[in-house]
């Protein structure tokens, strides 16, 4: 296209929209810079469904108005719709381009308090003062049509060849946060110690554009304090050398909490050296810090009703929509050492996804909250 | 423009529809959308369309003071009024009137006003929006840079009717600085000429942060003696 | 460019330079090679603006007044998890898992965290809207929700005043006393019951009003309550996940099964649906409900034609080696051979000196090598000559017809996968099959599980680490508790008395022993608690349920019964009360017309099966008085006259009842006040004690005689109250008799247990303590809980069984009537009618119990509403669509629910899991009401060795499982 002559003024106008484009790089790079980065890994072949993370989550940080609908840990029925419903359809993130150089964001949906569902308010005293005749226990006002956890335990596939398995998510306090690039108000960052993610409550005007832009939609919008709200990954245990509740609550062990860098943590290992743990989505462009080891599934039966141990039950199309190309060699590397400790060999693999010890799972967040004489007014 | 001298209180000037507010020869002030490029967000940026950007293209702005307060009244036409944040994706709707806060003696000394003041050229911004129920007085340095006081001496009343919105500003013509080594406000004083300009968010076109419609210059503001 | 401003696309072309030049400075985020930032948070242009101040919100709230030690005193199984509780500003604000449990084994995984989601909202579960805070008494009719808030003296007077009517009118007997699983530490437990038993009333076994009998394993091992601790699940290399669901129900242990897989183990799980605990499996294999015994038949028969049972196992361990007469079908007995001849005394034929061989009674030792197969003959006492055959032999002919093809058939698993299942469990170093209470629950369960059994038997998988099935297992590590207790009863005033009970009961247990030089320990145990539970009034529900509160009439239903069933239900039930089977506990009797029903922490409302039709119908307009003591409104409650409000599991100070599951007693402490004018219940006992004796000498009224002519006196009834005056009191007694018993550590007292949280027991075994001697097992620190380890290891001690034997072969008449002498496979009978589908059902994840089903918090992790599943197709075609109310009925009753349609299930089959609360659906009719609760006739056989009840054993077990139903869109 040919161009035409451009004026004095146009040319400086130009030049300085160049220099404030540099600046807005400049200062998104600073808020997005850490010197560690902590991370987890999720083992969903150890994963029940239980919700305890999203309990324990929920009773620590998110128990009071405005966040009373947030379940800033969930935990879902793949395949399924999610929280918030559909919300692999919303968009965001980032098109990665030019060799994995150039994060180009995409336009994401912002979605609704329905797709999330509410904190349903319940009507006891109607029933305590009521009778079977006049009414029942349900929600107040609105009848739900989605919740958190609505389709649980449903699925895909055909009986006898169904199949499911459980996906506790967090905010995934990516390395390149789509939230933070896209908050006008630079109230998003990345703590510099250890790579936290974190909405800056007191600079944040509730304006959303980290909730379009996450293509997690793991960011809620506290409507009473006109907040944006995420997980923080329990910062004030971590700092404190605890592991974030969700981790150290999980009585299913599927957690593990590390520095990503640490290559004697489970952390490392699992992610870097035996890279049997994936990001969920990695075509969302924003390196996450959360992985994943995908799940394996009885094989499934023939028309016959015989079982086809060639057969996975789990299309592996699917695991790679989740986990991306790598997913198939992941699991095939995880049957193989579990192979091996069939036959009474050893795996160092194993050895770390059984987690005899613990509190090995949190090195070095392991410390116990009782050992703290953290009491009000008392910080120690 | 003209901030005219009167006598009346606060109380009788707050009102949106104080009959004496009309017989104020006003301006018209047109607005325009802000630059994309000057969104600080990549994100904005790169999802949003300027054309789409700024849906309120004109204010009808009247001044007045009585010597120890000065009033804007703003009236423009919106067709939907967004008052509560009752979802996710509603927007309230929003005006502010922005100056610098440094007295400007020429070219160099003017804060850049699309691209909210820089630095060591902050600008003030008076702020209304719908859902909140007091005025915030805020500040700049560039753009992403807004922060906040928690002290405010501004006042604004507004009213949305039949498809319009009248909102009044007042404020001290003088206020005290929290911190005077990096004022926050803007000192006016009788018979001054101060610099303008105006904002407005149609919450409607999802209007919040930068994405808004503004008036692209600074206007002269006097407070007539 | 245009001034007017620019779209991205506009800028990208008005720039002219090319795409990628534009992007490069306009979108990128290069991934900058050396990042050499400083320390400081803010980017440039955000100099002088604090970043990290706001970052103190946050760490304020992680802050807490108070940590106190809690559990949840609940019958989840195993429970016991510790955990730490956070108060703030005089509140309970959350609760984590104490987390602190000490390696056992380090080559294995060690048991932290134990909890679960219901566990760590019960800080929310306090304050939620149905919480209650204060007395209420009924001033409408019942059920019609008008109520009145009453003070703790008006109510206690009331209910005593009321007691003593009843026990004028009709005898102690009617006033019932239904105690649940739903509240209460072992000591407030305890503290509860007592002035109930000291005044006669009937109480109705708790295991038996639940359902939670293992009728299998019990006809087969002669108890149930053995089980190992969850840490041995580590262990073994194949484990069988069937009629249990442990992702839903074992959330703190189930870390043992996944790590076992890792660790090698092969896990699979048959049920009739893709379970929530089949997606973890290497393999599931499906079978139609309730029809698993075919199965496992079939897998027997493979075993025994492949040669691949283990011959001395079960000639050792099992009666299978026992001569069985080929005219009679009963066990060759010494009474045959002899004059005065002992009904227990058995058989073996030793093919070597060609003779019959007495079993020895004492010992599994054997005497010779038996014969397991072959026909022989065999003299009797009265000169006739008989034919005998080992019982291996007839269960051979049994197994027959069970070829994985015709098996397949009756079941519906392809049968090359149940060959391959065989020998799977063949290979096997050990097999764990993790049975919960679900197989216990269908009509036809006892034979599931006597297969189950027998699938052991021949592969000698069990008594050994990494091996087993395991049933229900309480009270078997604090027995202080219980010689506590007696020192209450005894009303002694000074403590440790509990020591010289113990004395006591040990001469107890040597006289009984006296009886029968043979006879075990543990079987004396279980005689002694026999003739103490009749002493308690402790009674199965079976004949209150049956001649008062409308069961006879749905029991009586032939076509809801196996058509093998010859006679009438009636006709079998007055055989067995004629026989004096249920001698002293066939009460209250049928002219005894039920006064008083005391609920404690349940809700028999929604537990009983159709309990909404059956009770309400039928006992509720007889009663003249229904108190219900809870902490949260229940439907039952709803229905009743007086409520007390009990305090929650943080607001007193208790353990709960512990078990080999989970071998830690573990302490809840009071960590904050009980809400309003609730009050824990060894309070409410104390309170209702004093106003009980007031009453009675106000009334002059306090001398009585029960049907059994034992005497009471009301006098000085409260006397017991003074024992122990404080919770802390009661328990430090509690924990010193333990560990006098040498069942807890030296050292462990009350104080240590604030400290820690929970003890390990040292060692389970009491010799009073039936349930403690079941497990039969030495407890090492280093080692999990293995039990029967005495009847299969050096001390070949025999099974509290009639034979002694884990028994296959049960030849009492009623069973041979059945032709269930040896395990068959039976179809399900059509209980409900002939619906089209069928309702099975299993626990929640949401509640333990009805605990927790109507928290606000766990309504929010589901869809707030009960829910049932159903198969997409199977919907399709009655025009079903996901989320749809529908209307579920059957010849009983019928329910609306929604559902959910999920591949999982199969298309003929609908799942609800329970417990929902009745007043969670319209007409407050749950899924509960179509259960018509029926039991299988055979359970009330008796009058046969260990065929007899005794406190949780050898209960009838209402079926609840693979009933019929239609659905049709509501």
């Known amino acids: ?380 | 423009m003209i901030a005219e001298k009167v006598n009346y209180s606060k109380d009788v000037l707050l009102d949106p529809n104080c009959p004496h507010w009309v017989k104020f020869k006003g301006e018209k002030m047109k607005l325009s959308a802000t630059p994309l490029a000057n969104q600080p967000s990549e994100y904005i940026k790169a999802t949003r369309d300027e054309k789409k950007v700024g849906k309120v293209k004109e204010v009808m702005v009247r001044a007045a003071h009585n010597g120890k307060e000065v009033f804007f009244h703003m009236e423009w036409l919106d067709a939907e009024k967004n008052l509560e944040i009752t979802a996710n994706d509603v927007f309230p709707d929003g005006a502010s009137i922005l100056f610098p806060i440094k007295p400007v003696t020429g070219k160099e000394t003017e804060p850049p006003i699309d691209e909210m003041g820089k630095k060591d050229l902050p600008v003030n911004a008076w702020q209304w929006r719908s859902d909140l129920k007091e005025a915030q007085n805020t500040w700049a340095e560039g753009l992403g840079t807004t922060s906040w006081s928690e002290k405010c001496s501004i006042t604004a009343r507004s009213q949305w009717k039949d498809g319009v919105w009248k909102l009044v500003f007042a404020r001290p013509l003088t206020v005290k600085e929290n911190n005077p080594k990096k004022p926050e406000s803007v000192q006016l004083a009788v018979g001054k000429t101060v610099k303008t300009g105006i904002s407005i968010w149609e919450g409607s076109n999802g209007e919040r942060a930068g994405l808004k419609a503004f008036s692209k210059e600074w206007k002269d503001l006097t407070l007539a003696k | 460019m245009s001034s007017k401003g620019f779209t991205r696309r506009e800028f990208l072309r008005g720039t002219g330079v090319s795409i990628a030049a534009l992007s490069l400075s306009r979108l990128t985020f290069l991934t900058s090679g050396g990042r050499a930032y400083g320390a400081e948070a803010g980017p440039e242009v955000m100099k002088g603006y604090e970043y990290r101040e706001w970052e103190e919100i946050y760490r304020e709230k992680w802050q807490w007044d108070k940590i106190t030690k809690g559990t949840h005193l609940v019958d989840c199984y195993p429970g016991s998890c510790s955990w730490n509780v956070y108060a703030k500003d005089g509140v309970v604000w959350r609760e984590e898992q104490a987390a602190n449990y000490p390696v056992v084994d380090p080559r294995a995984p060690d048991w932290n965290p134990r909890g679960c989601q219901k566990g760590c909202s019960y800080s929310n579960q306090m304050y939620n809207p149905e919480r209650l805070k204060y007395p209420i008494r009924r001033v409408g009719n019942r059920g019609e929700g008008k109520w009145k808030r009453i003070s703790w003296d008006e109510a206690l007077t009331e209910i005593a005043d009321k007691a003593l009517d009843a026990i004028k009118e009709a005898g102690p007997e009617s006033i019932i006393y239904e105690p649940g699983p739903g509240q209460g530490g072992y000591i407030h437990w305890i503290g509860y019951h007592l002035p109930w038993m000291l005044l006669g009333a009937t109480n109705l076994d708790l295991d038996a009003t639940i359902g939670d009998f293992n009728r299998g394993v019990y006809e087969s091992f002669g108890k149930f309550q053995f089980m190992d601790s969850v840490d041995g699940w580590f262990w073994g290399d194949l484990h069988i996940i069937w009629h249990m669901n442990p992702v839903y129900t074992r959330i703190p242990s189930y870390h043992f099964i996944s790590e076992a897989r890792y660790n090698g183990a092969t896990v699979v799980t048959v049920a009739p649906d893709y379970s929530p605990s089949a997606i973890h499996a290497d393999e599931w294999i499906p079978v139609n409900y309730g029809s698993d015994a075919a199965l496992c038949l079939a897998v027997a028969k493979i075993l025994v034609d492949e040669k691949l049972y283990k011959a001395d196992f079960i000639k050792e361990q099992t009666d299978l080696a026992f001569l069985v007469r080929k005219d009679t079908k009963r066990f060759l007995r010494e009474s045959d051979l002899k004059k005065d001849g002992k009904e227990d005394q058995f058989y073996f034929f030793d093919a070597k000196a060609n003779s019959i061989v007495k079993a020895p009674r004492g010992t599994l030792k054997l005497p010779c090598d038996p014969a397991l197969e072959g026909e022989y003959r065999v003299k009797l006492g009265d000169g006739k000559e008989v034919t005998v055959e080992p019982a291996f032999g007839l269960l051979k002919r049994t197994l027959a017809v069970y070829t994985p093809e015709a098996a397949s058939g009756m079941c519906g698993t392809n049968p090359d996968t149940i060959r391959r299942f065989a020998r799977m469990i063949a290979k096997a170093k050990g097999v764990q099959l993790l049975l919960g209470w679900d197989a216990c629950k269908y009509y036809h369960g006892d034979l599931i599980e006597r297969a189950m059994c027998l699938v052991l038997a021949l592969t000698g998988n069990w008594g050994k680490k990494g091996a087993g099935i395991r049933g229900w297992c309480t009270e078997a590590m604090f027995t202080g508790v219980l010689t506590a207790m007696s020192s209450i009863l005894s009303r002694q005033t000074t403590f440790s008395e509990s020591a010289r009970f113990t004395a006591r009961g040990m001469l107890t247990l040597a006289k009984i022993r006296a009886e029968d030089p043979d006879m075990t320990e543990e079987v004396a145990a279980i005689t002694m608690m026999k003739r103490m539970g009749r002493r308690m009034g402790w009674v199965p529900p079976t004949f209150y349920w049956y001649f008062h509160a409308g069961f006879k009439e749905t029991w009586n239903n032939r076509a809801w019964h196996d058509p093998s069933m010859k006679r009438t239900f009636d006709e079998y039930i007055h055989e067995g009360i004629k026989k004096g089977w249920y001698e002293g506990i066939d009460r209250p009797a049928p002219d005894q017309i039920p006064q008083i029903y005391i609920i404690y922490a349940t809700s028999p409302l929604r537990k009983t099966r159709g309990g909404m039709k059956h009770l309400l119908n039928n006992i509720w307009p007889k009663f003249k008085l229904i108190v219900d003591c809870n902490t949260r409104l229940s439907t039952t409650s709803l229905y009743s006259d007086i409520v007390l409000p009990a305090a929650g599991f943080y607001e007193k100070t208790d353990t709960r009842f512990p078990t080999p599951h989970v071998p830690f007693l573990t302490l809840t402490d009071k960590a904050v006040e009980p809400p309003g004018e609730a009050k824990d219940e060894f309070e409410i006992s104390r309170l209702l004690a004093k106003k009980i004796e007031e009453r009675a000498l106000a009334k002059g009224f306090t001398k009585y005689k029960n049907r059994a002519g034992r005497e009471y006196d009301l006098t000085n009834f409260s006397a017991y109250t003074e024992v122990f005056k404080t919770d802390d009191e009661f328990m430090e007694e509690a924990l010193k008799g333990s560990v006098d018993l040498g069942e807890l550590p030296k050292g462990t007292d009350l104080k240590k247990m604030r400290e820690v949280g929970f003890v390990r027991q040292s060692q389970p075994r009491a010799h009073l303590n039936p349930f403690s001697l079941g497990l039969a097992t030495d407890t090492r620190p280093d080692e999990p809980i293995v039990p029967l380890v005495w009847h299969v290891g050096d001390k070949k001690i025999p099974y509290p069984t009639l034979t002694g034997r884990v028994q296959f072969y049960i030849d009492h008449e009623w069973f041979i009537e059945a032709g269930e002498e040896l395990p068959v496979h039976k179809d399900n009978p059509k209980i409900g009618g002939n619906g089209q589908f069928r309702l099975t059902s299993g626990h929640l994840r949401w509640s333990v119990h009805s605990i927790w089903v109507t928290n606000e918090l766990m309504l929010r992790l589901h869809q707030g509403r009960p829910f049932m599943f159903m198969n997409p197709e199977a919907a399709k075609q009655k025009g079903i669509k996901d989320g749809d109310l529908v209307r579920v009925f059957n010849d009983f009753e019928s329910f609306n629910i929604n559902v959910k349609l999920t591949p999982s299930v199969r298309p003929d089959q609908v799942i609800c899991y329970h417990a929902w609360e009745p007043y969670q659906h319209k007409g407050w009719k749950s899924y509960d009401i179509a259960l018509p609760g029926m039991i299988k006739w055979l359970d009330i056989a008796g009058g046969y060795g260990h065929l007899n009840f005794w406190v949780f054993n050898w209960c009838t077990n209402p079926v609840d499982r693979g009933i019929a139903v239609d659905v049709v869109k509501a």
């Open chain 1, 1 to 380: 296209m040919a161009e035409k002559a451009k004026t004095a003024e146009e040319i400086a106008k130009e030049k300085r929209q160049k220099e404030l484009a540099k600046e807005l790089q400049a200062t998104k790079e600073r808020l997005r810079y850490s010197k560690r980065q902590i991370a987890s890994v999720v083992d969903l072949n150890k994963c029940i469904g239980c919700q305890t993370c999203s309990i324990a989550c929920k009773t620590l940080w998110t128990d009071d108005e405005g966040r009373d609908y947030m379940w800033w840990n969930t935990v879902n029925t793949q395949p399924g719709s999610g929280t918030p419903k559909d919300w692999e359809k919303m968009g965001g993130g980032y098109k990665v381009r030019f060799e994995g150089k150039v994060r180009e964001p995409i336009k994401g949906k912002l979605p609704t308090r329905d797709e999330f569902g509410e904190a349903w308010k319940f009507n006891y005293e109607e029933v305590h003062k009521g009778s079977s005749q006049t009414t029942y226990l349900k929600p107040i006002g609105k009848e739900p049509e989605w919740g958190m956890n609505w389709d649980e335990d449903q699925g895909g596939g055909v009986f006898p060849n169904a199949f499911y398995f459980y996906l506790p998510r967090i905010c995934n306090h990516c390395t390149y946060p789509t939230c933070l690039d896209a908050c006008p108000r630079n109230a998003i960052y990345k703590r510099q110690e250890d790579g936290i993610v974190v909405v800056d409550e007191k600079r944040c005007k509730g304006y959303r554009f980290c909730i379009e832009a996450c293509p997690y939609k793991k960011i809620y919008f506290n409507r009473k304090d006109v907040l944006g709200q995420k997980c923080i990954f329990c910062y004030p245990r971590i700092e404190k050398g605890v592991a974030p509740a969700c981790a150290r609550q999980c009585p299913a062990r599927v957690r593990w909490v590390g520095w990503l860098d640490d290559v004697q943590g489970p952390v490392h290992k699992l992610v870097k050296k035996w890279k049997v743990a994936l990001p969920l989505h990695p075509e969302y462009g924003t390196e996450p810090n959360v992985f994943y080891v995908p799940p394996l599934a009885p094989p499934r039966l023939d028309t016959t009703g015989k079982i086809d141990i060639l057969k996975p039950r789990i299309p592996l199309r699917y695991l790679e929509y989740l986990f991306g190309p790598e997913a198939g060699k992941a699991l095939t590397t995880l049957k193989a050492e579990m192979a091996k400790r069939r036959n009474g060999q050893p795996s160092e693999l194993t050895e770390i996804l059984i987690a005899k010890d613990w509190k090995g799972m949190f090195k070095p967040f392991d410390k116990d909250p009782l050992s703290l004489t953290w009491t009000r007014g008392k910080k120690g």
